[in-house]
């Protein structure tokens, strides 16, 4: 049995009665009188009960046709609103802009950028939600996200939002005087580092050096391990051992001397920060113009 279309035949039905002619209706759809004769044909078959009185020199509704026109007047009302609410989002960014990030990238990018781009749109409301976890953006209801981009699913859009990474390990000067200065990454064995366990996949991570040209990965030991990045590192300045960590990431304690860098020689560069997405997500104007002002505002930070 064939499936009917309940809306079938009601926007020439509503265009008919709107301007009491069925040639005037054809010109406003952009169809012929024709098609739209035929598609009132099949409302009326439909519904069992005519709904216009024709005559060679008028249209007009029936009792039951008036009662249906009023009815749903209201509802074309609705549907042209909410229309031209969705043609208001194409022409200027506005709505609610959701994003995933990482706590790194709070400092990073969330603080330098979002007080701004709400001034300068302030009709995109923006919701941060911070996790370290790995999130399906797409399926949790996110815009885009923000990773470091070795993590960055490959069907995803990804745009640069920091330089690349100087990966470090870190220390307080009075750890290392209690403790001595590892020399080479196998030294690590013998020193108390702070792990990192990854929240979704709940492995801990391997400290990634070079030797000569070629990779090693370390399972460092030690009597903590944590699954937040920012923790970490706030146990690092306390003394409780190495940690490794970005350098943009703990800038400021590098600077201030709170933690000292070792193994410099071995530390690998990898990938920034990168705000994702998927492809088509990009068409959206909130989400372009987020992109465009992230970008040029932290580009000029980093000038």
């Known amino acids: 049995m064939a499936r009917i279309d309940t809306f079938s ?16 209706a054809a010109a406003h759809l952009r169809v012929s009188a024709a098609a739209v004769s035929q598609a009132i044909k099949v409302l009326e078959a439909r519904v069992g009960i005519p709904l216009f009185v024709r005559t060679t020199r008028s249209v007009a509704l029936t009792e039951a046709g008036a009662r249906l026109h009023q009815r749903l007047r209201p509802a074309t009302d609705e549907i042209g609103e909410a229309l ?48 370290d976890a790995s999130v399906d953006i797409a ?10 981009g070795d993590f960055v699913e490959r069907d995803m859009v990804a745009v640069r939002l920091t330089p690349n990474f100087r990966w470090r390990v870190l220390g307080t000067p009075d750890y290392l005087a209690r403790h001595g200065v ?23 991570y391997r400290w990634q050096f070079q030797i000569k040209g070629r990779p090693l990965s ?24 190495l940690v490794y960590t970005a350098d943009q990431v703990a800038v400021r304690d590098i600077e201030a001397q709170r933690l000292r ?28 113009a987020f992109i ?8 000029t930070r980093k000038a």
Not at 98 to 127: G, N, T
Not at 218 to 241: C, E, F, S, W
């Open 9 to 24: 035949g009601l926007t020439e039905f509503m265009a008919v009665a709107d301007r009491g002619s069925f040639r005037s």
């Open 84 to 131: 031209g609410e969705i043609d208001a989002l194409r022409q200027r960014p506005s709505g609610v802009l959701r994003l995933s990030v990482p706590r790194i990238a709070l400092d990073l990018v969330v603080l330098p950028v979002l007080p701004a781009f709400r001034v300068a749109y302030p009709d995109v409301m923006v919701e941060v939600d911070v996790n």
């Open 139 to 148: 399926k949790a209801g996110f815009d885009a996200g923000v990773r470091v």
């Open 182 to 204: 590892p020399r080479k990454p196998e030294d690590l064995l013998h020193h108390q580092c702070i792990g990192y366990r990854f929240p979704t996949a709940k492995s801990v």
């Open 218 to 241: 370390v399972d460092v030991a030690g009597g903590i391990i944590v699954n937040d990045h920012l923790t970490m590192i706030a146990l690092a300045r306390a003394g409780a051992g």
């Open 261 to 288: 860098t070792v193994l410099s020689t071995y530390c690998i560069s990898g990938p920034g920060l990168h705000l994702y997405f998927p492809r088509r997500s990009q068409q959206q104007p909130k989400l372009r």
């Open 292 to 299: 465009d002002f992230a970008k040029q505002v932290l580009l």
